[in-house]
C-alpha cells in the first residue's frame, strides 16, 4: 500500500507490505475480520504504538530533486530497509577512487554535457551511483544513469578510453535510506549494517554495493540530504 501524505508541505510518500488477513463467515459468506500484518513492524495491534512511530519515521523529509530516476517497484519494506525491484537502465561510468568519493566524476559529467562524438547534451538525472564490486577488492566505479529513452545504440561515444556505457540488467535489490554528509566511513557502516540485516532475515546479498547520491552537495543542507545503499540480492522471493 502507497499513499501520499498530503497534510504535510512536501507530500511524503508512506509505503506499508505485508498481509492483509480476511475471515469469512461461512453461513453469510460474508467478511467478518481483518487483520494487516505490516512487514516494518513486530506489534500489530489494532492500536500499536511501534505502527504509530513506523508512520512518524516515514514523514521525515528527504530532498529529492525533480529528475528522472531508475524505475523501481517497493516488493517489501521491513524496519530496517526496502527490497525493490529494477528496471533496467544504462550508465555512463569511469573509474574512482572510494564508495564516498568524487574521482572521476567530472568526467561522467562531462559525458553528458557534451563531450562525446555527438556533441549532444543529455538530461541530467539523480542518483549518481558509485559502486564496489567485491568487499576484497579495491576497485571502484561512479557512474551517473542516463535517460530511460536511451538505448546503447542511439547514445554517442565518449571522447575518453577510460569512459565506458553500460547496460545494467535491474533485478532485486535491498536498500537502506539515510540523511546526512555520506562520509566514506558512514557509508561502509552502512553498508554494513545493510548486509548484517539481509543475513540475519535469510537473504542472500550479492557481493560488493552502491551508494545513491541524490543531491548537489554544495546546494543541499546536511541533514535533509538523500542517500542510499543498494546490495543486489542473489535472489528473493515473497513467498
Known amino acids: ?6 497534510l504535510l508541505p512536501w507530500k511524503p510518500q508512506l509505503v506499508f507490505t505485508g498481509n492483509s488477513i480476511m475471515g469469512i463467515n461461512p453461513e453469510t459468506g460474508k467478511f467478518c475480520s481483518h487483520v494487516d500484518l505490516w512487514d516494518s513492524i513486530q506489534n500489530n495491534d489494532y492500536f500499536s504504538v511501534e505502527g504509530l512511530l513506523d508512520v512518524f519515521k516515514q514523514l521525515r523529509f528527504y530532498k529529492t530533486p525533480e529528475l ?6 517497493i516488493l517489501k519494506r521491513t524496519t530496517n530497509y526496502e527490497v525493490r525491484k529494477y528496471a533496467p537502465f544504462i550508465v555512463v561510468e569511469t573509474s574512482g577512487d572510494k564508495l564516498a568519493g568524487s574521482a572521476g566524476f ?3 559529467a562531462g559525458y553528458i554535457f557534451g563531450k562525446n562524438s555527438a556533441k549532444e547534451k543529455i538530461p541530467m538525472t ?13 576497485k571502484v566505479s561512479i557512474q551517473i544513469v542516463l535517460p530511460s529513452e536511451k538505448d546503447l545504440y542511439s547514445l554517442p561515444d565518449p571522447e575518453q578510453d577510460t569512459i ?8 532485486t535489490a535491498a536498500v ?3 540523511s546526512g554528509k555520506p562520509t566514506e566511513e558512514i557509508v561502509q557502516e552502512k553498508a554494513k549494517e545493510l548486509r548484517s540485516s539481509l543475513i540475519k532475515d535469510g537473504l542472500k546479498p550479492g557481493n560488493g554495493c552502491l551508494l545513491a547520491r541524490y543531491n548537489d552537495p554544495g546546494r543541499t543542507w546536511n541533514f535533509i540530504m538523500r542517500n542510499e545503499v543498494l546490495i543486489w540480492l542473489e535472489e528473493f522471493s515473497l513467498e
Not at 500500500?1 to 498530503?6: D, E, L, T
Request: net charge neutral.
Open 126 to 138: 539523480t542518483p549518481v551511483f558509485t559502486q564496489t564490486f567485491d568487499s576484497e577488492s579495491p
Open 106 to 108: 567530472n568526467a561522467v
Open 1 to 6: 500500500m502507497v499513499m501520499k501524505f498530503v
Open 68 to 73: 528522472e530516476s531508475p524505475k523501481y517497484e
Open 176 to 178: 537502506l535510506k539515510f
Open 164 to 171: 565506458g556505457l553500460r547496460k545494467v540488467e535491474g533485478g
